[in-house]
């Protein structure tokens, strides 16, 4: 081959960067390089937007508290222009933004590190007795014979909660709960009849905390006071016992109040990492850090999956290269993958099959309506956008959350990949489809199955200088020249 | 232990291969068609209009260019155009696998027999045109232009080995030398195409006589064409060293240094080329059982190639041969390869 010297010396070039920056930075900042070994670190974003009006604007967000399991290790604010301050009212910690004249829309970021930790014990503040509790008629005798039923068959606080959260999660509700349900919300409903039961309790809200979730709301739940502690309950499914579950706010004002302001709402994001806390501590490493750390948490979580892009290409290579696979669309299966990650795989392999099966079989009317390629496509896009929301909505009526995922597909990939299925079929036939189908999904599970891997997510996002390794092997076997696996059966022939 | 083994029959070691010098298709990728094809040479062997035209300038025999179709408009003028001709073939410059080509073999009153024997009108004509010009047959779809040409006549004796179709021959050209050729006959399996993974028969053809040597079908050695039942081992092209010119001079009009040649042979007319490919397919080995690479080696090696076509084609035909020099003399016995 011409300049095969420069070019190896150009490949192992890149490597050694990769292996070397990588090398350098788990000695200099103790990233750890196998995943699992540190603690859990929680990054939880919150953002803020609304419009303001103009004038003075004074915007309140409630913070979580401190508690049993987490460890706070750090919190930060960015938001241009404004005053910020965290201030603590009847233990209720909360941020507070202000500014003399605001105007158009607004954004401010609040993050927080948290460090799961299992030891880490807080005493919260219990209660000592139960809330006066005042319900209007006809809710006070409604409530009042709900509860007497309830009291009957437990013991103490605990079964009462768990009782009542089973009486409201049953297919038919009692004539007195579906009048309750009617004015209050099932948490309050909760709770204020543990109180009218002398049992202490209020409604809470949670952050669940989920690795790479954007824009997440907060849920609402109860807490009991039972055995001089707090209980979760959800009123829907009874006790909860989860260790991912951060406490946001536990008294009454709302999470988020805005003064002049409007439209303001607020959303969480959520990453987890495996850094040591040590570093996090010192956030002001010196010098020049290639690290996606820095980023906004909401970036960060895009990222960990961008980063693992480069491997599932190296997949595609390898498969096409060494293996001889045909896929449809090179990359495609990487694409494919990566909603995979976000389906699961097997929901994800059902729907992707489902929905190009359907589309192949408009296409192939779409076909006799002699339609140009950019309309055909535009129709498939359409068409695609048509399967999909039926999907939805038919595995939502029939209780099958999982087929909600099929929304992370890449629509317009889907499209082209039932265009091109099509061509084939008509140019070479069913069998060259059910090759090129089976060798596409194939490749795609593989890439998934290797992305999903929790070393190599671990790797990919912490040491992203990797990924010069990654694209030192895909240049190395762009100049393979050897047989592909599946040649020595094409050839198998020339065995005699 | 049985499974295993059977199993193992159908793969051959990576060493084994290339001992018999078969070329892989990364091989063929890297080291021939990025080595040897010139990227802007491309679109004149992709498109078939600009071959013919190219073609025809440089003198290279190919079926006539009748009428060239490139817009609808011309398509309501086409009854003009078709008046004085029975036979004639239409097909999209940027066809690929043979679709949509329509063979018009005579005429009767206001009808057109097909090849099949089937009658068409001329609205029918019309529609298959406004088809190929909107993309229909070609590569995803692309915008295309529709070439209507004279129809080739296969000899009798050819046309009798073939299930359908033209029976037509592949020649690998590597920098001007022919190295390697096939005859491929559609079957009855591969719907009148000539693609070998179809199912269509390919018979490697001895590039020093012209005479057969293997015939095989999905990747097993045949004697006979499955559905004419004509023997594949006796096979022999007329005017051979004619067609390995043919092949050799598309060198010189597309400076492709590694490609592959289709041709015919026409009754009167003799060896016609149809299309040329910057990326012929590897099966031509399984065709001929000998792989590629030494003969492409052997051409590589050779320092003196500002030669002219004739000398070439003498050198290939004497080089790449399975007959020994004094049976290549006499022409009407066969000898088959020991």
């Known amino acids: ?496 | 232990m049985r499974p295993l083994r059977e199993t193992l029959k159908g793969w051959i070691s990576p060493r084994a291969l290339a001992n018999r010098g078969v070329l892989g298709m990364n091989r063929r990728n890297i080291a021939y068609i990025a080595r040897y094809n010139p990227r802007d040479r491309y679109p004149l062997v992709d498109d078939k209009l600009r071959t013919k035209l190219v073609a025809q300038k440089a003198r290279l025999k190919v079926p006539a260019l009748l009428h060239v179709v490139r817009t609808q408009h011309e398509i309501e003028a086409i009854e003009d155009d078709l008046t004085d001709l029975t036979e004639f073939v239409i097909k999209p410059a940027q066809g690929s696998g043979g679709k949509g080509i329509l063979v018009i073999v005579g005429r009767e009153g206001d009808e057109y027999i097909k090849g099949s024997g089937a009658r068409i009108k001329l609205n029918d004509i019309k529609r298959h045109l406004s088809n190929i010009l909107s993309g229909l047959n070609s590569l995803g779809g692309k915008q295309d232009v529709a070439i209507i040409e004279t129809l080739v006549k296969v000899s009798a004796q050819f046309s009798s080995v073939s299930h359908e179709g033209v029976p037509d021959i592949r020649i690998i050209v590597f920098r001007g030398y022919p190295i390697m050729g096939m005859l491929r006959l559609a079957t009855r399996a591969s719907d009148g195409k000539a693609n070998l993974h179809q199912g269509a028969v390919g018979v490697g053809i001895d590039i020093g006589t012209g005479r057969s040597v293997t015939a095989v079908q999905n990747n097993k050695l045949i004697n006979r064409h499955p559905d004419t039942g004509a023997e594949l081992d006796k096979l022999e092209i007329p005017d051979w060293k004619q067609m390995l010119n043919l092949a050799a001079r598309c060198y010189e009009v597309t400076r492709l240094g590694y490609m592959g040649c289709d041709m015919v042979i026409d009754e009167q007319l003799g060896p016609l080329l149809l299309e040329m490919n910057a990326r012929p397919g590897l099966s031509i080995q399984i065709a001929n059982n000998q792989g590629l690479v030494p003969r492409l080696r052997h051409i590589e090696q050779l320092e003196d190639y500002y030669v002219t076509v004739e000398d070439r084609v003498e050198y290939a035909m004497r080089t790449f041969t399975y007959f020994p020099a004094e049976v290549r003399q006499q022409t009407s016995e066969v000898v088959m390869p020991g």
Request: aromatic share 8%; net charge negative; with cysteine.
């Open chain 1, 1 to 496: 081959m011409t300049q095969r010297g420069p070019f190896l010396f150009f490949v192992i070039l890149l490597f050694l960067a990769g292996i070397g920056t990588a090398a350098y930075r788990h000695d200099n900042y103790q990233i750890p390089i196998l995943p699992g070994t540190e603690q859990t670190v929680w990054q939880v974003e919150a953002r803020v937007e609304f419009i303001a009006q103009g004038g003075a604007t004074q915007v309140y967000l409630t913070l979580p508290p401190e508690q049993s399991g987490f460890r706070l290790i750090g919190e930060s604010s960015a938001s241009s222009g404004f005053g910020f301050e965290v201030s603590t009212q009847e233990q209720q910690r909360r941020a507070h933004w202000t500014k003399r004249r605001a105007s158009g829309e607004q954004t401010l970021f609040y993050k927080l590190d948290l460090v799961q930790d299992p030891g880490h014990h807080v005493e919260m503040p219990g209660a000592r007795e139960a809330k006066d509790q005042t319900w209007d008629e006809p809710y006070q005798t409604a409530a009042l014979q709900l509860l007497e039923s309830a009291i009957l068959v437990s013991a103490d606080a605990h079964s009462l909660a768990q009782q009542l959260s089973s009486e409201m999660n049953q297919a038919a509700t009692s004539q007195n709960l579906s009048l309750l349900l009617d004015r209050y919300s099932p948490e309050d409903l909760m709770a204020s009849l543990l109180n009218t039961a002398n049992v202490p309790a209020r409604t809470v809200q949670v952050l669940e905390l989920e690795d790479g979730r954007r824009r997440q709301g907060l849920r609402n739940l109860v807490q009991v006071w039972d055995n001089d502690q707090w209980q979760l309950f959800d009123p829907m499914t009874g006790e909860v016992n989860d260790e991912q579950l951060l406490l946001w706010q536990t008294a009454s004002p709302a999470v988020l109040e805005v003064l002049g302001g409007s439209r303001s709402r607020v959303s969480f994001s959520i990453i987890s990492q495996s850094r040591p806390a040590a570093t996090l501590m010192d956030q002001s490493a010196p010098g020049f850090d290639l690290s996606l750390y820095n980023l906004p948490v909401a970036e960060q979580s895009m990222f960990k999956l961008i980063m693992l892009l480069p491997m599932g290409a190296l997949m595609v290579v390898v498969m096409r290269i060494l293996v001889g696979l045909k896929t449809s669309g090179t990359f495609m299966p990487v694409l494919i993958a990566l909603a995979f990650l976000q389906t699961e795989l097997i929901p994800g392999v059902t729907s992707f099959v489902v929905v190009v099966a359907i589309g192949l079989v408009i296409r192939s009317y779409l076909s006799s309506l002699n339609l140009l390629l950019v309309s055909r496509i535009a129709t498939l896009v359409v068409v695609v956008i048509g399967i999909i929301t039926l999907f939805s909505v038919l595995s939502y009526q029939f209780g099958l959350m999982g087929g909600l995922t099929i929304t992370f597909f890449p629509m317009i990939i889907l499209a082209w990949t039932i265009e091109r299925m099509s061509i084939v079929w008509e140019e070479q036939g069913p069998q060259e489809v059910a090759i090129q189908g089976s060798g596409s999904l194939l490749v795609a599970i593989l890439a998934f199955l290797v992305m999903d891997q929790q070393l190599i997510r671990h790797l990919a996002f912490n040491f992203p200088e990797l990924n010069l390794c990654v694209l030192a092997l895909i240049l190395l076997l762009g100049r393979y020249t050897g047989y592909r696996l599946l040649e020595l059966h094409r050839f198998a022939v020339f065995n005699r």
